[in-house]
């Protein structure tokens, strides 16, 4: 599939135009764990290997919106190799020591010099990740907290929707658009747009990304992820990202998953 980044949007969006760009490896004081490793010795020394989790729903769930087809194409073979190829460039390496998911993704980034297996790692993150941010009958409209800071930092929830879906839809190539928590104003992201602090900390902002890059590199904490690489929809939608990406945001977001991430990262 293809690859790249870019874009604009009028409230803060930022974007990486490649994937060796800055970013901070630093320890988040928020912690979305893998914890399914199997650990096992190998000549004395202890190695991880990571296990295909399963989306949190039958694959026949999302239907009539995302197809059983599509899932088993795209959790089962897609999802499914990233992590049989993950272990294998792990193994024997001080990644595959114990290390979390999250921590192998931070440590392969390399503060934006890429480890082999930093593509493998983060796609294995991303996906479960979106997998977790859908689920039957999703869509609508959040609540509470959640609600409150997207109509303060977008102006209002229509807003916040204008904004997400361009920015999926013109994501070049592969890759993915995130809602991130932006905390205290942590991040360095010396290479991207608009990467000074705002005025405001602990603020929503919509994010997007090249091929397997994600917000975890530079310390935001991820709320909610949309995958645009072709794979994700073109059984369902061919070629219409844009229809794909509205059918996500009007009938399959978990916004009750979006809100306990916010109280996580908050």
Do not use: C
Not at 75 to 104: C, F, M, P
Not at 111 to 138: C, I, R, T, Y
């Amino acid at each position: 599939m293809a690859s790249a980044a870019a874009a604009a949007s009028s409230t803060p969006t930022i974007w990486l135009t490649g994937q060796g760009l800055g970013g901070r490896s630093t320890r988040l004081p928020f912690h979305w764990r893998n914890k399914k490793m199997e650990q096992r010795k190998t000549g004395g020394q202890i190695s991880a290997t990571f296990e295909l989790k399963p989306p949190p729903y039958p694959l026949n769930a999302l239907e009539p919106h995302m197809s059983k087809d599509t899932l088993e194409f795209h959790w089962g073979k897609h999802h499914r190799a990233y992590v049989d190829n993950l272990n294998k460039q792990i193994v024997g390496t001080e990644l595959g020591d114990g290390k979390s998911l999250e921590d192998v993704v931070i440590a392969s980034y390399n503060k934006g010099d890429l480890l082999p297996a930093f593509n493998n790692a983060g796609q294995v993150w991303n996906h479960d990740f979106f997998w977790e941010s859908m689920k039957p009958g999703g869509g609508g409209k959040p609540s509470g907290e959640l609600l409150g800071l997207i109509e303060r930092d977008f102006g209002s929830f229509e807003k916040f929707l204008e904004e997400f879906k361009a920015a999926a839809a013109t994501q070049f190539g592969s890759g993915w658009a995130w809602l991130v928590y932006k905390a205290n104003n942590r991040a360095d992201v010396a290479n991207a747009v608009n990467p000074l602090p705002s005025e405001k900390d602990k603020s929503l902002l919509v994010v997007k990304t090249p091929n397997a890059v994600n917000p975890l590199v530079w310390d935001y904490s991820p709320l909610l992820t949309i995958d645009v690489w072709e794979h994700a929809y073109y059984l369902d939608f061919q070629n219409r990202r844009p229809d794909y990406i509205s059918v996500f945001m009007d009938k399959l977001v978990s916004w009750e998953s979006v809100s306990k991430r916010l109280e996580t990262a908050t």
